[in-house]
């Protein structure tokens, strides 16, 4: 898979980029299977009403849309009180305006028009995303993702940290004489993290430890309990549980991320053919991106 690093298709390899990312997260660790969605409520249903005028689940889920960032995964029942307050005075609000008329006003006319086609743009990109959301393009990029996955070493490995060297050696020593590795681990070692786990801290690539942990985890065999090591956060008894090849997640996984990129690469793709096939002539002002975005803010 080849994009061109250049505006859009830019962002579209950076976006596959960022699957390959989500994949090395879904195998560091077991993963939960997806839950049920949830029910979609009624949308006639009607919430409130406002001088007989119905306020309806509706558009109580269109506002969550606009203006919540995290859509209805980050509304709770008190947000969502709030949100139907707010859409109540909305509507009051707007009704005054049009007693005063302002509703006939040309700026008013203007701003209109500029809400209903980035309304239309929404919309028209939404019903292309979705329909670029196919099983058989999910597989794809899946498959094209795995491609892109080297074989890397994990180790899963439980540690001591403890302050000094001369705590390490007596952590050590107690280990040679046969005491429970977990158990030293809950008692005394300051990482507050493991410590509760007995110094599990689970699988790990190479690079994702300090250089002086990993130098040694990585060089030793499962069962193996290395002499005191020393790095930024004090001295370590190191034991190696594990060592594996890093596992491939499994489509289900990661299927919700693939989904999403999958999505956002059809809706640029729409963008990039549109303008490619239109004629646009600038009067004046600066010259527009390569890729039609908008320019950034000035400050």
Do not use: C
């Not at 008190?78 to 305006?97: H, M, P, S, T, Y």
């Not at 050590?172 to 509760?196: C, L, N």
């Not at 599990?200 to 065999?221: H, N, R, T, Y």
């Amino acid at each position: 898979m080849t994009y061109d690093y250049s505006g859009r298709s830019g962002r579209i390899l950076s976006a596959f980029a960022a699957i390959l990312l989500v994949f090395a997260a879904a195998s560091a660790g077991a993963q939960t299977p997806p839950a049920e969605p949830a029910k979609p409520a009624d949308p006639n249903a009607v919430v409130a009403t406002v001088d007989g005028e119905k306020l309806t689940e509706r558009d109580v889920q269109l506002a969550i849309q606009e203006l919540s960032p995290n859509g209805a995964a980050g509304i709770d029942d008190q947000k969502r009180e709030q949100l139907i307050g707010f859409l109540i005075n909305v509507k009051l609000v707007a009704k005054a305006a049009e007693q005063d008329k302002l509703n006939e006003d040309a700026d008013f006319q203007t701003r209109l028009e500029f809400l209903r086609e980035q309304a239309l743009m929404k919309t028209y990109l939404e019903k292309v995303g979705k329909a670029a959301v196919t099983d058989d393009e999910v597989k794809k990029v899946y498959e094209e993702t795995i491609k892109e996955i080297k074989p890397e070493q994990e180790v899963r490995a439980r540690h001591v940290l403890v302050e000094t060297e001369d705590e390490a050696k007596q952590v050590a020593e107690r280990i040679k004489k046969g005491e429970d590795f977990g158990v030293i681990a809950k008692e005394i070692s300051k990482d507050p993290g493991s410590g509760a786990e007995g110094g599990d801290i689970g699988f790990f690539l190479k690079e994702q430890m300090v250089p002086e942990f990993s130098e040694v985890a990585f060089k030793m065999e499962p069962g193996q309990v290395s002499d005191p090591v020393k790095s930024q956060y004090g001295w370590h008894i190191i034991k190696v549980e594990e060592k594996r090849q890093r596992p491939v997640p499994k489509l289900e996984e990661v299927r919700s991320q693939i989904e999403d990129y999958v999505h956002k690469k059809a809706q640029e793709e729409a963008v990039k053919k549109l303008l490619d096939q239109a004629k646009i002539e600038r009067v004046g002002g600066p010259k527009p991106p390569a890729d039609g975005t908008a320019p950034a803010d000035k400050k």
